[in-house]
């Protein structure tokens, strides 16, 4: 039964085809697919409001889905019979799993949505654009490809959706909650790498151990860190600001966004 699973789930030689590369014709057409259905979705819960919060738990319920079954599947995907220990929920994108079930299902943690919200656009555009081990050698149909779009694909709408809706309004003046977090997230991520390095065994969660990004100064990557995912906040912040005048300027009755409720 394991080579049945293995046949299904193990990666594909890409060959000159069907290999997916950085900004490729595979990669822009996930990357279409994630944007044009989130999109799809977006109009429709403006157009019914009553199906919001609908689809925001569908998508959080998938999230979490497609990240527990990836634990079970893990094995069937190479000859060792292992698991990968990397997906243990200390990288950016892979913490924001637990975080947008406790924002969604749990009323207080209401406070906590706002930074969830826009780190869920910030690290899953980090993947999305640039998807490490699911980039080069193997096809774009291969599992490891189709869970990390998928996975992160659900988180980017999670994000977007509640930015688009109005479930959550972005205020200059609330942005230290993101840092506030982001200084959590990092220390949560320090705890990972000291608890599961050891040997030849070495993790770099959240990249601030300094050995993904050999050129930086070793003590100073959690500051960089730090200020380049800042700095995507304030983009997004940014961005944000801009659409809302833009779309209230021309009064459309969708207004995009609501007033946060």
């Not at 949505?113 to 980039?135: E, H, Q």
Request: aromatic share 18%.
């Amino acid at each position: 039964m394991f080579d049945f699973w293995h046949a299904l789930f193990r990666d594909y030689d890409g060959g000159n085809v069907w290999e997916i590369k950085l900004f490729n014709m595979w990669h822009f057409l996930y990357i279409i697919l994630i944007f044009g259905l989130t999109a799809l979705i977006t109009r429709r819960g403006l157009v019914k409001k009553e199906k919001q919060t609908s689809w925001l738990n569908r998508i959080a319920g998938a999230l979490a889905a497609f990240y527990l079954l990836d634990f079970m599947i893990q094995p069937f995907m190479t000859d060792s019979f292992s698991m990968n220990i990397d997906k243990l929920p200390f990288h950016i994108c892979i913490v924001m799993c637990p975080f947008v079930l406790l924002v969604q299902f749990c009323k207080k943690a209401h406070f906590l949505k706002m930074p969830v919200a826009v780190f869920s656009l910030v690290a899953s555009l980090m993947y999305i654009t640039y998807p490490g081990t699911a980039l080069g050698g193997i096809t774009f149909y291969s599992y490891r490809v189709v869970q990390t779009f998928v996975y992160h694909g659900l988180l980017f709408a999670f994000g977007f959706l509640n930015l688009a809706w109005g479930v959550v309004e972005l205020r200059w003046s609330k942005i230290w909650h993101c840092a506030v977090m982001l200084v959590c997230l990092e220390l949560w991520a320090a705890l990972g790498n000291f608890s599961y390095n050891h040997g030849d065994v070495h993790y770099d969660w959240l990249f601030i151990t300094g050995s993904t990004y050999p050129f930086i100064p070793k003590t100073l990557m959690p500051v960089v860190v730090f200020a380049a995912i800042m700095l995507m906040v304030v983009i997004i912040f940014a961005l944000y600001y801009l659409v809302r005048h833009l779309i209230n300027k021309k009064k459309d009755p969708l207004s995009f966004p609501a007033k946060a409720k």
